[in-house]
Each structure stands twice: as structure tokens, then as C-alpha cells.
């Protein structure tokens, strides 16, 4: 098992700065490809950002490439997610989400995931 704890959600500003953090624990974090998602209301989950077990090639959605950066940090069991020049149609539930070893973007391929951090980006 791996719990997965988001936060650093809020409200912010268009054009404002976020930094999401997942702090995980349970199995080895580092076997576990980890991935942030994000749903709005009356939409579907959607894939925004992930990263490897072995913190190599980032990946992220089309509508954040640019302004979300994904890292993760080992030694504190811990991703991040800091979101640069925040938009309101970002505004949505985060979830970061784990994966054993192979990374996907796919969320039903997700194990694990956290309960989610509201992020709210007024106009």
C-alpha cells in the first residue's frame, strides 16, 4: 500500500504561482512512477503532469507545458507540482496519483492515489 497526501491547494490570482506538494508513505516511494491529475466540475480526470521512479524524462499535458514543472524528491518521500501563470481553467482538484515502476499517463492505470487539493484561479 502507499498513502498519498496532497496540499498546497488554494485560491490564487490569474497569472499567480502554486507549488503542490504529494507526500507519500508505505512502500519504497522510489519503485513508483508518480503522476498529478486534475478534475473540474462535470469533467472527466485528466492527466497533467508525471514523472518517473527514477526522476528522468517529465512529462506533462499539452495545456500546461511551459508553465508546470514536476519534480520529486526521494529522500522525503515527496512530488511537487509547481504551477506558474495559473489561469482560471486551471482551476480543478488535483490529485497525485502512484504507479509501480512503469509510467503512464492513463489515470485508470494509477493505483494509488491521494484525496485531492482544490486549486481555484479567479479572473
Known amino acids: 500500500q502507499v498513502q498519498l497526501v496532497e496540499s498546497g491547494g488554494g485560491l490564487v490570482q490569474a497569472g499567480g504561482s502554486l507549488r503542490l506538494s504529494c507526500a507519500a508513505s508505505?512502500?519504497?516511494?522510489?519503485?513508483?512512477?508518480m503522476g498529478w491529475f486534475r478534475q473540474a466540475p462535470e469533467k472527466e480526470r485528466e492527466f497533467v503532469s508525471a514523472?518517473?521512479?527514477?526522476?528522468?524524462?517529465?512529462y506533462y499535458a499539452d495545456s500546461v507545458k511551459g508553465r508546470f514543472t514536476i519534480s520529486r524528491d526521494n529522500a522525503k518521500n515527496t512530488v511537487y507540482l509547481q504551477m506558474n501563470r495559473l489561469n482560471p481553467e486551471d482551476t480543478a482538484v488535483y490529485y497525485c496519483?502512484?504507479?509501480?515502476?512503469?509510467?503512464?499517463?492513463?489515470?485508470?492505470?494509477?493505483?494509488?492515489w491521494g484525496q485531492g487539493t482544490q486549486v481555484t484561479v479567479s479572473s
Open positions: 496519483a502512484a504507479k509501480y515502476r512503469v509510467l503512464t499517463t492513463i489515470p485508470e492505470e494509477y493505483a494509488y
Open positions: 508505505g512502500r519504497t516511494f522510489s519503485s513508483y512512477a
Open positions: 514523472i518517473p521512479w527514477s526522476g528522468g524524462r517529465t
